[in-house]
């Protein structure tokens, strides 16, 4: 949901800078910028999805002369894990929030052409 929510706030903002960066050609800026969206969706979630695999512990029990399983034993020890493996995804929800900015204000100024500054100077009693 967070994903979802982070993804719709960087479509919505982003179109100004990409009808900058593709010098008012809409269909082309909303092109791209969807095209973003889903590989935010894409790195986003399946990180996600990679990181809430919740494993048990596996221990040598002597007195069974075989390795056993650890289960979690308590709901606080779950909220625990839960807690670890959600904050991770939302530092790393973050992070690409962050990289695509800057991909976007290094494109955005990469595709304004440089203008020269043109000074001018007024003659002494000439009033512009």
């Known amino acids: 949901m967070l994903t979802v929510w982070v993804?719709?706030?960087?479509?919505?903002?982003?179109?100004?800078?990409?009808?900058?960066m593709f010098h008012g050609q809409g269909e082309q800026a909303a092109s791209v910028n969807k095209l973003i969206q889903v590989g935010f969706y894409l790195v986003n979630l399946g990180f996600t999805f990679l990181r809430l695999r919740i494993s048990s512990d596996m221990q040598y029990d002597e007195g069974l002369g075989r390795s056993v399983q650890n289960y979690m034993?308590?709901?606080?020890?779950?909220?625990?894990?839960?807690?670890?493996?959600?904050?991770g995804?939302?530092?790393?929800?973050?992070?690409?929030?962050?990289?695509?900015?800057?991909?976007?204000?290094?494109?955005?100024?990469?595709?304004?052409p440089s203008r020269p500054v043109v000074r001018t100077t007024n003659a002494p009693g000439v009033v512009a």
């Open 73 to 87: 034993d308590s709901a606080q020890e779950m909220i625990e894990v839960l807690s670890i493996k959600l904050g």
């Open 89 to 112: 995804s939302v530092i790393i929800l973050g992070v690409t929030l962050f990289i695509n900015l800057i991909m976007i204000l290094i494109l955005r100024s990469a595709s304004t």
């Open 7 to 20: 993804a719709k706030t960087l479509l919505n903002n982003a179109k100004v800078f990409y009808l900058d």
